[in-house]
């Protein structure tokens, strides 16, 4: 696995993470306990501060990253990511922030300033503009993301249910390598 400092800061790991060795983990940082960053996942916090909490999975290829402070934005946006998040394949999530237990869907993107609320669905492929606010409870679908319905029971139990199986799955990947952490 590549986890590199950048500018002095070193990415912070929890209890029981799994980085796989093709992924890459660098800067600022700080991963929750049982978070899984799956293969050809980039997590790059090097001008703002990336912070993903416990039992949150970044699946295969997905991009995380974050805006600085420059002239043309006034402030720079870190990215914060709840817990029990499950982040889809291809998935592009920049500099916003993600409530808990929300899915976000293979080759979804998420821009900057954007705020998806706790129990979100995010089709695949859903395009989330600049600074948009997701209310939670509901499945958003389209380019440009739209509310399309309200989640059932059986939904919301379902996101709770992702973070808990990939939590599962990566102790399985940790214990082939041989890490039992």
């Known amino acids: 696995m590549a986890i ?12 029981n993470v799994y980085i796989d060795d093709s992924a890459v983990v660098i800067g600022d940082v700080t991963l929750g306990d049982d978070v899984s960053i799956w293969p050809m996942a980039v997590v790059r916090g090097d001008v703002e501060s990336i912070s993903i909490g416990d039992q949150t999975n970044v699946q295969d290829g997905s ?13 720079g946006y870190p990215l914060k990511i709840g817990k029990g998040v499950t982040i889809g394949h291809k998935a592009v999530v920049h500099a916003c922030t993600v409530g808990d237990y929300c899915l976000v869907g293979i080759g ?42 309200p989640l059932s029971e059986e939904e919301k139990g379902f996101l709770e249910y992702s973070a808990r199986h990939y939590a599962q799955l990566k102790d399985e990947h940790r214990e082939e390598l041989g890490d039992k952490g």
């Open 63 to 75: 991009v995380l990253h974050v805006s600085h402070a420059g002239d043309y934005s006034p402030q």
């Open 4 to 15: 590199r400092k950048f500018k002095g800061r070193y990415p912070l790991l929890g209890n």
């Open 108 to 149: 979804a993107i998420i821009m900057d300033g954007a705020v998806l609320e706790d129990y979100i669905m995010l089709g695949a492929g859903a395009l989330v503009p600049p600074g948009k606010k997701l209310e939670s409870g509901y499945l958003y679908v389209g380019v440009p993301a739209k509310q399309a319905r």
